[in-house]
């Protein structure tokens, strides 16, 4: 009557979205050290932030903003479902 998957092939597709959010472009390694820039600088400068950026040699604010705007709806979309797999397996634990 009910198709309820069991907690193990929840876990298998929690892993596989866990990889696929890992994997997206906004959680890059180069992205996120670069947003952890911006927001210790408590500058409204966008010439220093920039500078900080490629002091690092990190994507400056422009190649930021176009990478977010460009994948923002592929990231709520893989990080939506692998919420809605995590509340699933709280049910299933509860």
Do not use: C
Not at 65 to 77: A, I, N, Q
């Amino acid at each position: 009557m009910f198709n309820r998957e069991s907690t193990e092939e929840l876990q298998a597709k929690l892993a596989s979205a866990n990889a696929a959010v890992a994997a997206h472009p906004l959680a890059s390694d180069r992205v996120t050290r670069a947003h952890a820039i911006i927001e210790s600088t408590d500058s409204d400068d966008k010439e220093l932030v920039n500078k900080k950026l490629a002091e690092e040699d990190l994507p400056d604010l422009a190649e930021i903003g176009l990478l977010t705007m460009r994948h923002s709806v592929s990231w709520w979309k893989v990080n939506r479902e692998r919420n809605k797999i995590v509340e699933k397996l709280e049910k299933l634990e509860a």
